[in-house]
């Protein structure tokens, strides 16, 4: 049972919906990032309770069609730029409204925690970082490196953002894959520290 009022149900009912949602690989990936997210607010003294609805929502919208995501964007009144975008991109940014709407949660500190946690951002309130990195190291991880970002993750989180925005930046380049320009900014404060 969540003791705040930032979700009007118990988790057994934000996990139900959730799960209705998405595939089961997926939702296996949002309760490792759950499990992990407790972990890392645990160790840097951060609501508990906060850290586990962040963790479940924040891939919530990852399945919508291109379609939805582009009538939200206008809906909602977002930046025309997000057009010019995909999913990588949606899911977290819209991905924020659908949550809102559809699972009436209107807090703030979270809905911001899904917006950042695909590039990050220049500032990350500790609950952004809890999600960033939660959402890189989860249990079913498997990649070149994740075994070092959890070790770093489990001694320093700032330490441990700073790690996934420098390798992921890294794996996209190597890939020839376009950067998002938030993610330059991001690279710039947490990786280069400008
Ligand atoms: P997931 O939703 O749990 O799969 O993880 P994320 O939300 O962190 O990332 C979604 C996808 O976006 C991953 O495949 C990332 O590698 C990718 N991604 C993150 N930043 C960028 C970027 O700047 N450019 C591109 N092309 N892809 C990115
Ligand atoms: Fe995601
Ligand atoms: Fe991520
Ligand atoms: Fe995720």
């Known amino acids: 049972v969540y003791t705040s009022n930032i979700y009007s149900g118990t988790r057994a009912d934000l996990i139900s919906k959730i799960k209705q949602a998405v595939s089961s690989k997926r939702f296996q990936h949002i309760l490792g990032v759950e499990k992990s997210a407790i ?15 962040a963790a479940l929502v924040h891939d919530y919208a990852k399945e919508r069609t291109d379609q939805e995501f582009k009538e939200a964007i206008l809906k909602f009144n977002l930046s025309s730029d997000l057009l010019n975008w995909n999913n990588f991109i949606w899911h977290g940014v819209v991905g924020a409204e659908f949550i809102k709407t559809e699972l009436g949660i209107e807090d703030e500190e979270i809905l911001n925690a899904v917006r950042r946690h695909t590039v990050g951002d220049i500032e990350m309130t500790t609950l952004d970082q809890i999600v960033y990195v939660a959402d890189y190291i989860e249990e079913g991880r498997d990649f070149p490196g994740v075994k070092e970002a959890r070790l770093i993750a489990a001694e320093n989180l700032k330490a441990a953002v700073s790690f996934e925005t420098k390798h992921t930046l890294q794996f996209l380049m190597e890939n020839n894959k376009v950067i998002y320009p938030a993610a330059i900014l991001t690279y710039n404060q947490w990786v280069a520290g400008k």
């Open 39 to 53: 972990d890392l607010a645990q160790k840097n003294n951060y609501s508990l309770e906060k850290a586990s609805i």
